[in-house]
């Protein structure tokens, strides 16, 4: 506990300082008891506090101005102020301050003021904040030179008046309800733009000045009609058309009826887009465009009438038969009908100028079973009218034609065709079928099938025998060409131990071999030649050709027309030849003085030499070298001897012969 020492002073000193004393005190007891409770609005309920007072020098300011107290009541003293009064409680550290800066948003605020006055004192106040925010607006422009105001009610805020300049030299001042009345003005002048200006106002003594917002304005005196420049179908249910009109004045769509009456389709818009229905466009759908007045939704001008093209096709033999309903819009000097152009796929196929004419076949080079999409286009005047695709898949009754010339070789050892295909009621995608025979007179079973004019025939060994074909062509509406003529591979074989023989039957349709050569390549030494060999079916090499010991052959039939037909490799292959003589007599005279081994298609040679009982006497590898009759340099009996001759031919094949000989002296 603090003591506290009293001094003696003088007693109306004393006195003065006691009574002031006591009043802070209670001051302060009042204050700290009521800020206990801090729930209390003390603007409304003062609970036993005394009324202070202040005075604001404005009670309505604007936003980022200074709110100034400018008088206090002369009974308040100790004052303090809270300029954002949060209407709980009292606050604990008010300010002395007597002008505030502070606020950063619109609104009203209290002001509370703690004082005393004979004992605790509360006053408040309530100050308004005023928002310095621009009125935001547009301009509506009508036909006459009228424009109209339209403010955003949302940024009319809360203003006591509005000032609009009109541009022109003209300044009105509106009330709210004026403003939100969209305020109008007529042009007299012959300017072509004018800037208009709107600001928000605030009366006396509010004296801040908030932002000027403005528009640049070009009168509308007549606006030219607007266009429709182009409609298409893009679905079923879906129509799209871009136009063109007015960048001032807004344009509504309207469509027809079924009672023929044009209605607002509800889409509106300006200068040019496009505007897309959901509709049944697989009808006729016709359409409107009418300037919509800003000012009295005026019935204003209006566009031609433009009206969809619902376009059908159908498939006959070889053709396609297109038809729609005459164009329907409105046709006039100045907006004439043009023409009908018919595009298949990316590309025109036909003109159609007549307006009542509503009918086109299309009989240019339709194959069966391909899909032909279809689109009719229309000029009226500056607008083009697009109809949705219509499809159709080219139909024939008719059979193809016959194939033209067919060729069969053999490539790889497989017999390879190539076909002139039929070129009357054919299609893009078809089928050729092979069929295959042993002979020329049949029976021919299918081996195959191609989208292809060509066909390799892989399950035929073209070295075991000839092959005869037959194709038809199935075309995509299913209908089947005649079997074409006969064509069989060329098989080149032998027929004899030492000759070449191949088959007659034709490699070319239509029409027969007019010659045949026969290629002849080496095995050895890979050389090749051609012999010419006419008509003939059947050749002989030469037996005496030393170097024909084995080759590879084959034929080369020609046409009339000089196509070319091949056969089969073949292989000719001719055993080593070899002779011994039964006997020599080696007695110097000249004559069969040696035992000499002759022979020919032989590249390596051994020869031996055994006497009666088995033993090697004589041996050498040299060719042109015989046994002499001599053994160790020593004459030889008289008698019979065996020898063994081993070969080895150009072909790496190995030949023994053995036999008995006799030395006569």
């Keep these: 506990m603090r003591i506290l020492r009293m001094w003696p002073i003088e007693i109306g000193v004393k006195a003065r300082w006691l009574s002031a004393f006591w009043t802070g005190l209670f001051l302060v007891i009042g204050l700290v008891a009521q800020a206990q409770d801090p729930n209390n609005n003390y603007c409304v309920d003062r609970k036993g506090t005394a009324e202070g007072g202040f005075t604001l020098e404005k009670d309505r300011i604007c936003l980022g101005e200074t709110v100034r107290i400018t008088a206090v009541q002369p009974n308040v003293v100790n004052a303090g102020y809270n300029y954002e009064y949060s209407g709980k409680g009292i606050p604990l550290t008010p300010t002395n301050l007597v002008t505030y800066s502070g606020y950063t948003k619109p609104g009203s605020y209290t002001i509370i003021q703690?004082?005393?006055?004979?004992?605790?004192?509360?006053?408040?106040?309530?100050?308004?904040?005023?928002?310095?925010?621009?009125?935001?607006f547009t301009v509506k422009l009508c036909s006459g030179r009228k424009a109209v105001i339209v403010p955003d009610q949302a940024t009319l805020g809360q203003y006591d008046k509005y000032e609009v300049y009109w541009g022109d030299g003209v300044r009105e001042q509106k009330t709210r309800a004026e403003m939100a009345a969209q305020p109008t003005h007529t042009y007299t002048g012959a300017g072509s733009s004018y800037t208009v200006t709107v600001q928000g106002l605030y009366n006396a003594p509010v004296a801040c000045q908030p932002p000027v917002e403005s528009a640049l304005i070009r009168p509308v005196s007549t606006p030219s009609a607007p266009i429709i420049n182009e409609l298409t179908v893009k679905s079923d249910n879906s129509i799209s058309l871009k136009y063109q009109s007015d960048a001032t004045i807004p344009v509504q769509l309207l469509q027809k009826d079924a009672s023929g009456i044009f209605t607002a389709s509800g889409q509106t818009g300006t200068g040019s887009g496009t505007f897309t229905v959901q509709t049944d466009a697989k009808q006729v759908q016709c359409f409107q465009l009418q300037y919509q007045d800003a000012c009295d939704n005026s019935v204003g001008i209006?566009?031609?009438?433009?009206?969809?093209?619902?376009?059908?096709?159908?498939?006959?033999?070889?053709?396609?038969?297109?038809?729609?309903?005459?164009?329907?819009?409105?046709?006039?000097?100045?907006?004439?009908?043009?023409?009908?152009?018919?595009?298949?796929?990316?590309?025109?196929?036909g003109t159609v100028p007549n307006r009542t004419t509503t009918a086109y076949t299309d009989n240019n080079k339709i194959e069966c079973g391909v899909q032909y999409c279809y689109s009719l286009e229309a000029t009226v005047g500056q607008t083009i009218i697009k109809s949705a695709q219509a499809c159709v898949t080219g139909t024939n009754t008719e059979k193809p034609g016959n194939f033209g010339d067919i060729l069969v070789t053999v490539q790889n050892n497989h017999p390879f065709l190539i076909a002139?295909?039929?070129?009357?009621?054919?299609?893009?995608?078809?089928?050729?079928?092979?069929?295959?025979?042993?002979?020329?007179?049949?029976?021919?079973?299918?081996?195959?099938?191609?989208?292809?004019?060509?066909?390799?025939?892989?399950?035929?060994?073209a070295s075991a025998g000839s092959y005869c074909y037959q194709l038809t062509y199935q075309n995509n509406c299913g209908q089947v060409s005649a079997p074409s003529e006969t064509v069989c591979s060329v098989f080149l074989s032998s027929q004899s131990p030492t000759g070449l023989d191949w088959t007659t039957g034709s490699p070319f349709s239509p029409g027969n071999v007019a010659s045949y050569s026969l290629e002849v390549v080496d095995s050895v030494n890979n050389i090749s030649k051609t012999i010419i060999l006419g008509g003939n079916t059947h050749y002989e090499p030469d037996p005496n050709d030393p170097n024909l010991q084995s080759q590879q052959y084959r034929v080369v039939a020609q046409s009339a027309d000089g196509v070319i037909s091949y056969s089969n490799f073949f292989t000719l292959r001719r055993d080593p030849k070899i002779f011994a003589p039964d006997a020599f007599t080696p007695n110097g005279d000249g004559v069969n003085d040696t035992f000499l081994i002759r022979g020919t298609f032989f590249d390596k040679f051994r020869l031996t030499i055994f006497s009666r009982w088995g033993e090697v006497i004589f041996t050498t590898t040299d060719r042109n070298q015989g046994w002499d009759g001599t053994i160790n340099g020593q004459p030889a009996n008289a008698g019979q001897y065996m020898y063994r001759v081993e070969v080895?031919?150009?072909?790496d094949q190995k030949t023994v012969r053995n036999g008995a000989l006799l030395l006569v002296r």
């Design 114 to 136: 703690v004082g005393s006055a004979g004992s605790g004192s509360i006053a408040c106040k309530v100050v308004t904040v005023l928002a310095v925010d621009p009125v935001k």
């Design 302 to 349: 209006k566009s031609e009438q433009v009206c969809s093209l619902v376009l059908e096709a159908k498939a006959g033999n070889k053709q396609n038969d297109l038809s729609w309903q005459a164009y329907a819009g409105s046709t006039s000097a100045s907006n004439t009908f043009r023409a009908y152009r018919i595009y298949k796929g990316s590309g025109q196929a």
């Design 420 to 461: 002139a295909l039929p070129t009357t009621n054919t299609s893009t995608s078809y089928t050729m079928t092979i069929s295959r025979a042993s002979s020329p007179s049949g029976p021919f079973q299918v081996v195959g099938t191609t989208s292809k004019n060509t066909f390799t025939d892989e399950s035929a060994d």
């Design 648 to 651: 080895i031919d150009f072909t």
